[in-house]
């Protein structure tokens, strides 16, 4: 494969609106909702962009990149969105592809890379576990090597997307005669097999995004071990890092489908709309979330500068917990604006629909990514400097950490 970065900002913007002025003509529209698996428009469209090196400009040539600095990719970046075209940046946003190619095995980047890119495997997170939630270091799902294979025991819950999931980021533990936080290794464990088994959980959306994992003797190949064995901790580290990332800048529409502004914040236009804008209080309200999404944009800046220079990224916890917060927010402020209406659901009230969906969905960016509690801890200690909260069992072999189980 051959370098073809542009030589100036501009060819490059040129050359992508070239590309997609002749290649893209949209997708048929899915509706609302969140899909876990993409559609075979969606495939063929995703495999043209990664073809054309425009899914992950910011990676080395050889794996399917351009080697562009950050801010020629976002330059990419927004001409995608322009169009309206998903596809580009990819190397910011896909915590599968990022967390491979960071530090899996050669054979397993050759394996998946691609793949993940173009959204022809399904993934999910098996992170969460009934006595290991806020404390991840704390899991109890087991993997005990057996040849060229482990063998993997336990229970994950919250599971997103697992029912149509091809591999799961597994943490298992692998010593039990370590300190909790040093015995876990990271697995890409494939789910598809007779060992796992997936139970939806009914959630107060009345959606089953989440699900229980139980794992029983299934087997994941050695190859599929990101980083040494024991190592598993800072893999984590990388692909939580990602994921607090594009869940602080990014969120979930509505359910209804109904389009919203693209020329005024959505917020402002739903409020003139219902005929609303005028009122005093609730344009207090509106400038309070409207507020807190810019102060979340530049936060966001922040953490991708530190990022950008090699720093860790704590940071982005802070973004994470504020986009927790906006969503709260707007959802409250949407439903202050629609005022009795917003009692009513179905096709015929699109707006009232969205509004007590996405009050019911805010409480997902609460939890999934480390919930807000943890955050908050996160900020306390690793960004503003706070002493850490008291860890009794850091230090003791994890078999002797007394549970509840």
Not at 138 to 150: C, L, N, S, Y
Not at 230 to 255: F, P
Request: aromatic share 6%.
């Amino acid at each position: 494969m051959t370098q073809a970065a542009p030589v100036t900002d501009e060819a490059l913007r040129e050359e992508v609106r070239a590309w997609l002025a002749d290649n893209w003509k949209g997708l048929p529209r899915s509706g609302g909702g969140a899909g876990w698996t993409a559609s075979p428009e969606q495939k063929a469209w995703l495999a043209k962009v990664v073809e054309a090196r425009w899914a992950v400009p910011r990676w080395p040539a050889a794996w399917l990149g351009r080697g562009l600095s950050d801010a020629q990719a976002r330059i990419i970046e927004r001409e995608f969105a322009a169009a309206g075209a998903p596809g580009a940046g990819q190397d910011r946003t896909n915590l599968w592809a990022n967390t491979l190619l960071a530090c899996g095995t050669e054979a397993l980047k050759q394996k998946l890379v691609l793949p993940l890119l173009r959204q022809e495997v399904g993934m999910c997170l098996l992170y969460s576990e009934p006595g290991a939630g806020s404390d991840l270091a704390g899991i109890r799902t087991r993997a005990e090597r057996v040849g060229d294979h482990f063998v993997v025991n336990g229970q994950k819950v919250w599971t997103s997307g697992a029912a149509t999931a091809d591999y799961g980021m597994l943490i298992a533990r692998t010593d039990w005669d370590v300190p909790k936080h040093k015995g876990i290794s990271f697995f890409f464990l494939p789910m598809k097999q007779p060992g796992v088994e997936v139970r939806p959980l009914r959630q107060i959306t009345d959606e089953s995004h989440f699900n229980e994992v139980f794992i029983t003797d299934a087997i994941v190949p050695a190859e599929n071990l990101l980083r040494d064995l024991g190592d598993g901790w800072s893999v984590l580290q990388t692909a939580l890092a990602y994921e607090r990332s594009v869940m602080g800048e990014s969120a979930r529409g509505g359910r209804s489908g109904a389009a919203e502004s693209k020329t005024e914040e959505p917020l402002i236009a739903l409020a003139r709309e219902a005929g609303a804008l005028g009122d005093p209080l609730l344009r207090q309200d509106l400038a309070q979330a409207i507020a807190y999404k810019r102060l979340n944009a530049l936060n966001t800046a922040r953490a991708k500068a530190d990022l950008a220079q090699g720093s860790s990224s704590p940071v982005m916890s802070l973004g994470k917990l504020a986009m927790s917060r906006i969503l709260h927010e707007e959802a409250r402020v949407r439903t202050a604006i629609l005022g009795a209406a917003s009692l009513l659901e179905g096709p015929d009230h699109p707006r009232s629909e969205d509004a007590n969906f996405l009050a019911l969905n805010a409480y997902f960016t609460s939890i999934g990514g480390g919930t807000d509690q943890i955050q908050r801890n996160i900020i306390g200690e690793r960004v503003l400097g706070l002493p850490r909260e008291p860890e009794v069992d850091r230090d003791i072999p994890f078999r002797e950490v007394r549970s509840g189980r």
